[in-house]
C-alpha cells in the first residue's frame, strides 16, 4: 500500500493537489486539496489496464470553469445537500435567513458553500487501510449560514477494494450539517452513458417536488411508475419511460426515501451494475434519503467521459432535503456540544 501526492495546478492562486491512495490489489482512489473533489476510483479494467469508475478529469479547470461548476463534480457539498426553500429554516424557535443560489431557495450549502473550501490534509496507513483526512473550519464570513463548523471529511480504502467517506461535524452556535458526496458514476470501460448500467434501490417511495425541485412534503409509491427500482431495472428502459411521461429534465433528477444501511439487515441503498463490464458497486449509506441524477441535458467538457446526456450518474446519501420545512423528514441541525457522523460506504465487485 503507498499514499502519494502530485501537482494538480491552482485555483485562486492556491496550490491544489491530488493525493492518491493505493492498495495491496493495485485499486486506488485520488481526491484533491480543494472541494474534497473524489477525481479517480481506479480499478483493473479486465485487459491489462485500469478504468476510472467515477467522471473525474486531468486538471483543475475542468471542475472550475463556470460551464461545469454547476455539475458539483465530486465535490463534497455542504454543509447542507439538496435545497433549503426560500433559504429559511428554524432551529429550536431561532428563525435564519441564508442567501439564495438557485431561484429564490439554496442549494448545497450555497454559492460559497463546503464545495468551494480549501482543505487542510492529513494522511493515515495502516495494516489494512488507508486514510486521507480533510479538515476545515467554515464560518458565517464565508458562507452566510449560522456558526464556525469544523469539518473533516475522511477518505479511507481498504484492502477488500471498498471506499468509506466519513462526515464529522462540530459546531460553536446553532447550525446545518448534511453534508454528502456529488461523486458521478459510470462504470463503464468505454460507453459515453450509462443507459446499460442497471441500477437497484432499498426504496418503496419517492418525494414530490414541486416545479423548484422543492419537496411539497409528500411521499409517492415507486411501484408501477419508472421509480420503482426495487428490483434490478436497465436505466436505459427507465430513462426511456421518463421521457415518455414528458418529464421536463428527460431523466432523473429526484429524491428517493431509502432505508438506511444502518439498520438490523444492513442492506445498500443503492447497487448499481454495468451490464457489459460485470462491474458493480454496492453503496450504504446511514441517512434516509438518496438522491438520484442522472445529468440530464448536460454537455460538460474536459472530463473522461465524451459530453453529452446520461454521461454519467450522481448517488447522493444524505437526510432528505429541506427538512426545516418537513421535520418528518429528519433533523439537520448541528448544535454546540453535539457533533454529528454520517457515513457513506461503496463496496466493489468486479
Do not use: C
Not at 188 to 204: C, E, K, M, W
Amino acid at each position: 500500500m503507498k499514499i502519494e501526492h502530485t501537482s494538480f495546478g491552482s485555483y485562486e492562486d492556491r496550490a491544489v493537489v491530488k493525493y492518491t491512495l493505493t492498495n495491496d490489489n493495485g485499486v486506488s482512489i485520488s481526491v484533491l486539496n480543494f472541494a474534497g473533489i473524489w477525481q479517480a476510483y481506479m480499478v483493473p479494467d479486465g485487459r491489462g489496464g485500469q478504468v476510472n469508475l467515477l467522471l473525474g478529469a486531468d486538471n483543475v479547470a475542468a471542475y472550475t470553469t463556470p460551464n461545469n461548476v454547476p455539475l458539483y463534480v465530486g465535490r463534497i457539498v455542504g454543509r447542507f445537500g439538496g435545497r433549503i426553500a426560500k433559504g429559511q429554516f428554524d432551529i429550536d424557535g431561532s428563525s435564519y435567513q441564508i442567501p439564495a443560489n438557485e431561484g429564490e431557495n439554496s442549494l448545497h450549502g450555497g454559492a460559497n458553500g463546503l464545495s468551494q473550501q480549501f482543505y487542510d490534509v492529513a494522511t493515515s496507513q495502516g495494516q489494512e487501510q488507508l486514510q486521507l483526512i480533510l479538515t476545515t473550519t467554515i464560518g458565517t464570513a464565508t458562507d452566510q449560514l449560522p456558526g464556525n463548523e469544523t469539518v473533516k471529511i475522511t477518505y479511507t480504502l481498504d484492502n477488500h477494494n471498498g471506499v468509506t467517506i466519513d462526515f464529522a461535524g462540530r459546531a460553536d452556535a446553532k447550525t446545518l450539517f448534511n453534508p454528502t458526496t456529488h461523486a458521478y458514476w459510470n462504470l463503464a470501460s468505454d460507453s459515453s452513458t450509462i443507459q446499460g448500467h442497471v441500477l437497484t434501490l432499498n426504496s418503496t417511495y419517492h418525494l414530490e417536488l414541486d416545479d423548484e425541485k422543492i419537496p411539497t412534503g409528500r411521499k409517492l409509491l415507486n411501484k408501477n411508475t419508472p421509480f420503482d427500482f426495487s428490483r434490478p431495472t436497465v436505466l436505459g428502459t427507465a430513462l426511456q419511460e421518463m421521457q415518455e411521461q414528458g418529464v421536463a429534465e428527460g431523466g432523473f433528477d429526484d429524491i428517493f426515501v431509502v432505508l438506511p444501511s444502518n439498520r438490523l439487515a444492513h442492506e445498500p441503498v443503492a447497487t448499481l451494475m454495468d451490464a457489459a463490464s460485470g462491474r458493480k458497486i454496492k453503496m450504504y449509506s446511514d441517512r434516509n434519503g438518496l438522491v438520484v441524477y442522472t445529468a440530464n441535458g448536460q454537455h460538460a467538457d474536459g472530463f473522461n467521459r465524451s459530453a453529452g446526456q446520461w454521461f454519467a450518474m450522481a448517488l447522493e446519501g444524505q437526510t432528505l432535503p429541506d427538512t426545516p420545512h418537513h421535520p418528518q423528514f429528519g433533523d439537520i441541525s448541528l448544535r454546540p456540544g453535539y457533533p454529528q457522523h454520517y457515513q457513506i460506504h461503496y463496496d466493489y465487485f468486479a
